[in-house]
């Protein structure tokens, strides 16, 4: 099934209802989506020594991509498959040092950027070892101690990194610290996309968020659009509860409260005076979608205090709506909508990236 999303957003319907409810669609996204974009998959405090390693599932669930982090000695860091190339096993089981990847199973060797090194018993094998005998290699982008890895990314992280610096490069990334009180995750009846849907704009704010309405100013709410990434700039009537931005920054003297940033297809990055609140939508079934929290803090004397405030109230509320919404697009008598061209730039632009990758 073709898309076709107007890219003139005063003309343009969104996605089909059938978007959301047909699991042919849902499988077809994680080839045509997934596999071709970037993902958040932890910082580097996971392989913090030289020669160690972390093995993960990549969006377990839905993906289920065994990936395997590794350290070398000269503190290069890779991202491999986690799967032995010689029958399929596992490789790691679990976070260890180590100076070499040895295969429990039948005893095949790779070093820590998944060359392949040893094997018994194939002295006679011919034409071995051949480069698929080497462990496969992705892409890896490291932001500050966050990293980012990709499986066949369509477009350079990079570029979407570089953006984000232009705003909030002040502040000390690297620095930020990991609060393991603030993780946690919630379950949700409802499509990804839709989660991903009401993120992307501040329309609902003054319908939903009762408590995030009075410390933003509604009627200022900014979304700016980037080819993979786009962000939305709450600010404040206030001079409390604000950036406080050096004299050269693209924003200095306006009252911002928080930055959200949208990466294509769902990952958010929400900076606040406080530090980062990462927000990680996970798809595991066609209704069904795992959100997980992750913050990084700063200063935490600014936790609990303007838009960066009451994170899990504001969530619980998202949901409520999320999951109405799941349930009216089931209807047999709702097709489509249109996009407020002043309120909803963020999710025209989220149908137009999926409309494109799935056509493709």
């Not at 029958?87 to 950027?113: D, M």
């Not at 620095?175 to 609902?204: M, P, R």
């Not at 609140?277 to 066609?286: D, G, M, Q, R």
Request: hydrophobic content about 35%; glycine content about 4%; some cysteine.
């Amino acid at each position: 099934m073709r898309f076709k999303i107007n890219s003139d957003i005063t003309k343009a319907e969104t996605l089909p209802a059938i978007f959301y409810k047909d699991p042919d669609i849902f499988e077809t996204i994680k080839d045509k989506v997934f596999l071709k974009s970037w993902q958040w998959i932890g910082d580097e405090s996971l392989v913090n020594k030289p020669e160690s390693i972390h093995p993960f599932t990549l969006l377990d669930g839905f993906l289920t991509e065994p990936l395997l982090l590794t350290k070398d000695k000269d503190y290069l860091i890779n991202c491999l498959s986690n799967v032995c190339t010689h029958r399929g096993n596992l490789l790691a089981l679990t976070s260890k040092s180590t100076r070499k990847l040895t295969c429990s199973y039948h005893g095949r060797r790779f070093n820590l950027q998944g060359k392949f090194e040893f094997m018994p018993e194939f002295t006679d094998a011919k034409n071995f070892p051949r480069p698929c005998d080497h462990l496969h290699t992705f892409p890896v982008k490291q932001w500050g101690r966050l990293l980012f890895a990709g499986l066949n990314p369509s477009f350079d992280f990079q570029e979407v990194i570089n953006i984000m610096n232009e705003r909030i490069g002040f502040l000390p990334i690297d620095k930020f610290k990991l609060e393991k009180t603030l993780q946690k995750d919630f379950l949700i009846d409802a499509n990804w996309a839709l989660y991903c849907d009401n993120y992307l704009e501040g329309f609902h704010v003054p319908f939903v968020h009762e408590s995030l309405n009075e410390v933003l100013d509604y009627g200022s709410y900014e979304t700016i659009i980037y080819d993979h990434c786009n962000l939305q700039i709450g600010y404040s009537d206030e001079a409390t509860d604000i950036f406080e931005f050096p004299k050269n920054h693209i924003d200095y003297g306006k009252k911002v409260a928080a930055y959200y940033f949208w990466v294509f297809p769902n990952m958010m990055f929400n900076f606040y005076p406080w530090g980062l609140s990462i927000n990680i939508v996970k798809p595991l079934e066609i209704s069904k979608t795992k959100v997980s929290f992750i913050s990084y803090v700063i200063d935490p004397s600014k936790l609990n205090k303007g838009a960066g405030s009451n994170l899990e109230k504001v969530e619980k509320e998202d949901e409520i709506v999320v999951e109405n919404v799941q349930k009216g697009v089931r209807s047999s008598f709702y097709k489509a909508g249109r996009f407020s061209p002043k309120r909803e730039k963020g999710v025209h632009h989220f149908h137009v990236l999926l409309s494109k990758y799935l056509n493709q």
